[in-house]
């Protein structure tokens, strides 16, 4: 036998807004992975985001490749093989002396 009744119709308060709702409604609120022992509703309940957990669990992200194949024809790589609408312009400008008048 449990030590609890299953309360499949007790009800209970939400211990952040106040309203009645269903025991079997009410979620426990965790904060930094632990329980406040707050139950709350749905609409109260603060997930946690994992992105105050970083730096709790060891990463590996490794950056350098292993046995890397740089591209050794570099200028050909870094020419454009595209149209180039400006280079058909000339934009003349003059530079000079701006005086207040």
Request: contains cysteine; negative net charge; proline residues 9%.
């Given at each position: ?10 009800i209970a308060i939400c211990d952040r807004c106040g ?56 200028d050909v790589s870094r020419s454009l093989f595209a ?9 003349d400008i003059q530079l000079g002396d701006v005086f207040?008048?």
């Open positions: 036998m449990s030590d609890y009744a299953l309360g499949k119709r007790a309203f009645q709702y269903l025991l079997n409604q009410l979620k426990p609120q965790y904060t930094d992975l632990k329980d406040t022992g707050l139950l709350v509703c749905q609409s109260c309940l603060d997930e946690e985001n994992p992105q105050l957990q970083l730096g709790r669990w060891p990463v590996n992200d490794p950056q350098a490749l292993k046995d890397p194949r740089p591209d050794t024809n570099e149209f180039d609408p400006v280079a058909e312009f000339e934009i207040a008048g």
